[in-house]
């Protein structure tokens, strides 16, 4: 982690700034936008656009492209990272007027338990609300420490004075509102971030820094670059439109850690294969090369429980070179960790990317 710009043999990287990437990290994680949810995200994706001078199209999957013109029109390739995030939907509401959940993602409803959430309505109301156990309390249930926590036995509990179904309704909730968790967007002093959502709004922010410097260094990419921020990843299927004009697909996304796995929260992990599809053998290649080339500080890995972004466009049938890299993350979709130099790590190689070429 530095502010320095560095330099090797190879030429210059873009600088890293982690302050601006902090600030656009801390906005996006703050801002709801469980999947399918994009109405708050959006304008917030369009400023920080507009910033560099940029604009923002979108497809009809609610997909926001952000396209800079490379050095050679030879062929446009796309860099992206989903803004969607985990999240819950109403599916019902109890006599007693809790709300009944469904997830949206793959939520793990151990680590939600007490969490503060906020449900948004149709006509644009918000509300505040609790997740709880329906055997919430060992002084009430005997089977407070041992019932599953999952859709059956798991509940909302709005802060408002309600009752009754009718008390909810009401409130102007139906069936199909949307429900975002709080985030707890941290930085500790020695560089670690611990936030919900890191996933992936992290790799979105190193999108846009990218962006940022690019424009102020005057640095232009190999290629035509479309930057790219799905909406609906963490379902299965934010990247299975792609632009036909894409001939390379680089999702960021988070790396895994734990037992079997390589990845750490200090390096960038090239993923040489998910649970859908091994990665382009040749676009893997090179994304090794350059980190290779830069003194990179990378690990490549094999992922099993997981999907990407590009993993999703192969399997719905894009004519696309997919690869995906990321920084090592603890306890994804939970509460996650990860440290600003394996962001920075991702960071240089996303930049290598981009302003040298992928496959040549």
Do not use: W
Not at 334 to 341: D, I, Y
């Amino acid at each position: 982690m530095t502010e320095e710009k560095k330099e090797d043999a190879f030429g210059r990287l873009p600088q890293f700034d982690t302050e601006y990437f902090l600030e656009t990290t801390k906005k996006l994680i703050g801002t709801p936008s469980p999947v399918g949810y994009y109405t708050e995200i959006e304008p917030v994706l369009d400023a920080l656009a507009a910033e560099p001078g940029l604009t923002v199209s979108r497809d009809r999957k609610h997909t926001g492209y952000i396209r800079v013109p490379g050095k050679s029109h030879e062929k446009t390739v796309l860099a992206g990272a989903h803004l969607d995030t985990l999240g819950l939907i109403v599916r019902g509401i109890d006599a007693d007027g809790m709300l009944r959940v469904r997830n949206l993602g793959g939520i793990n409803f151990n680590n939600i338990e007490g969490e503060t959430v906020c449900i948004h309505t149709r006509d644009g109301r918000t509300y505040s609300g609790l997740v709880i156990c329906m055997y919430h309390s060992v002084h009430v249930f005997e089977e407070a420490r041992t019932a599953p926590r999952d859709e059956t036995t798991m509940r909302v509990l709005i802060n408002e004075p309600v009752h009754t179904e009718a008390d909810v309704r009401a409130l102007g909730i139906r069936h199909g509102d949307v429900i975002s968790l709080t985030p707890h967007f941290t930085v500790t002093e020695k560089g670690f971030l611990k936030s919900r959502f890191l996933d992936n709004k992290a790799h979105a922010a190193c999108l846009l820094t990218l962006i940022r410097a690019m424009r102020k260094e005057e640095l232009t990419p190999a290629f035509d670059t479309l930057f790219a921020f799905p909406m609906y990843e963490e379902i299965g299927h934010g990247g299975a439109y792609v632009p036909p004009e894409v001939s390379e697909y680089l999702a960021l996304d988070v790396a895994v850690i734990g037992p079997e796995h390589t990845g750490n929260e200090y390096s960038v992990t090239i993923c040489e294969k998910d649970r859908a599809t091994p990665y382009d053998r040749a676009l893997t290649g090179r994304l090794v090369a350059l980190s290779e080339k830069h003194g990179i500080r990378g690990v490549r890995d094999v992922f099993y429980r997981y999907g990407s972004d590009a993993s999703e466009a192969i399997t719905a049938g894009a004519n696309v070179y997919a690869g995906l890299i990321g920084f090592g993350t603890f306890a994804s979709h939970g509460m996650e960790r990860t440290h600003l130099s394996g962001v920075e790590e991702t960071y240089r190689l996303l930049a290598a990317y981009v302003l040298e070429g992928g496959i040549l």
